[in-house]
Nanobody
Framework: QVQLVESGGGSVQAGGSLRLSCAASGLTFSMYAMGWFRQTPGKEREFVAAISRSSFRTDYAGSVKGRFTISRDSAKSTVFLQMNSLTAEDTAVYYC????????????????????WGQGTQVTVSS
């Protein structure tokens, strides 16, 4: 059974940092490109960051570039999202996603590119 489990969410003051983790199981992690998305009530889920299978390439939404860093640890089948300089606009439920990729260098930024999702973890930033 393929499963993605996020952790690390919580409440933080503006300017603070959080590190999200997403542990994958039931899949060959090295064959999957990974991504992070987020969603606030009443809005569509939006792309945050993506990383290729090989970690060769990463992509970020403009709103988080320079503040967030996506990385992966193949030995632990885990993808991370380091979030720094958080603002109230970063408050959302954050979702981890996986997609099988034959390419080691491609990243995927559309929600429709992914077919496996975690349950989400809440991040709340107070100003």
């Amino acid at each position: 059974q393929v499963q993605l489990v996020e952790s690390g969410g919580g409440s933080v003051q503006a300017g603070g940092s959080l590190r999200l983790s997403c542990a994958a199981s039931g899949l060959t992690f090295s064959m999957y490109a990974m991504g992070w998305f987020r969603q606030t009530p009443g809005k569509e889920r939006e792309f945050v960051a993506a990383i290729s299978r090989s970690s060769f390439r990463t992509d970020y939404a403009g709103s988080v570039k320079g503040r967030f860093t996506i990385s992966r640890d193949s030995a632990k089948s885990t993808v991370f999202l380091q979030m720094n300089s958080l603002t109230a606009e970063d408050t959302a439920v954050y979702y981890c996603a996986a997609t099988h990729s034959w390419s080691g260098v491609n990243t995927y930024t559309r929600e429709s590119d992914y077919n496996t999702w975690g349950q989400g973890t809440q991040v709340t930033v107070s100003s």
